[in-house]
């Protein structure tokens, strides 16, 4: 990269952005170029709101007689706040998170919750050798009715199917820094879009080892990067940067 001195911060986003298109990390992560608007991402940033939002006072709780209304004055609160600041949604997004938002209540409702949620939103920055940090934000960290702690991330992606384990992996280098005394653990996306069913993954100390190492090897690579090249797929369509990208070409 153009400063070597400057320590190369890490996310899993970042690093999938990366092996997807070179060049479309270059436009966000250097350059800083503009995004565009995409409903899909207005969708998740306000469900994440709304269930973080309706977990703080649940589990403050403990046992909330009206969940219904708890999560109805969750969804109200953070639509009012959008509001207030100019950013309301549309109908067919409120629409939409208010679907997925009563799946997810009516699971909770009927099979309970399982599991102690131990923290929501939880930050970390994390050095990975002198050079490279990885940072992040974990939706939730549970402990299951066993004792096993659980990363839960909420996706409301329309299928499973390309789902992979990578970022439960990243989420869990911070897990076993935190909790140096556990050797394994759980990880799982809630498919809010598919009546929140669980993708799950069980992971140990030395899957999280070889993933710091794969990403420090990633970092190098990143860090000596010049050339920058497009990656031309189908995904092009979808890019925040499609028309500063084809019209360099």
């Known amino acids: 990269m153009e400063d070597k001195e400057k320590k190369l911060v890490l996310s899993a986003s970042k690093v999938k952005t990366f092996k997807q298109c070179p060049r479309k990390f270059y436009y966000n992560y250097i350059e800083k170029l503009p995004k565009k608007q995409w409903d899909h991402f207005d969708l998740g940033t306000f469900v994440h709101s709304v269930l973080e939002r309706f977990h703080k006072v649940f589990d ?42 009563m799946d997810y209540l009516y699971k909770i409702e009927n099979e309970g919750l399982k599991s102690q949620v131990i923290s929501l939103e939880e930050e970390f920055n994390i050095k990975l050798n002198e050079d490279f940090s990885i940072i992040g934000f974990i939706d939730r960290i549970d402990k299951d009715s066993d004792g096993v702690f659980h990363i839960l991330d909420y996706k409301t992606s ?3 199917k390309y789902m992979d384990d990578f970022q439960l992996r990243v989420y869990g280098i911070h897990l076993l820094e935190k909790y ?57 369509d979808w890019c925040d940067f499609k028309d500063v990208c084809f019209n360099s070409w």
């Open 158 to 160: 329309k299928s499973a």
């Open 180 to 236: 140096p005394e556990i050797d394994f653990f759980r990880g799982s996306y809630i498919m809010l879009k598919l009546q929140s069913r669980l993708v799950s993954y069980k992971f140990n100390r030395i899957d999280i080892e070889k993933e710091k190492k794969k990403l420090i090897e990633m970092a190098n690579i990143i860090s000596q990067e010049k050339k920058w090249k497009t990656n031309q797929t189908a995904l092009c």
């Open 60 to 101: 403050q709780d403990g046992k909330a007689d009206n969940l219904k209304k708890l999560m109805t004055e969750s969804f109200l609160m953070e639509k009012n706040i959008l509001e207030k600041e100019n950013r309301g949604l549309s109908r067919e997004i409120l629409l939409s998170a208010k679907e997925m938002l």
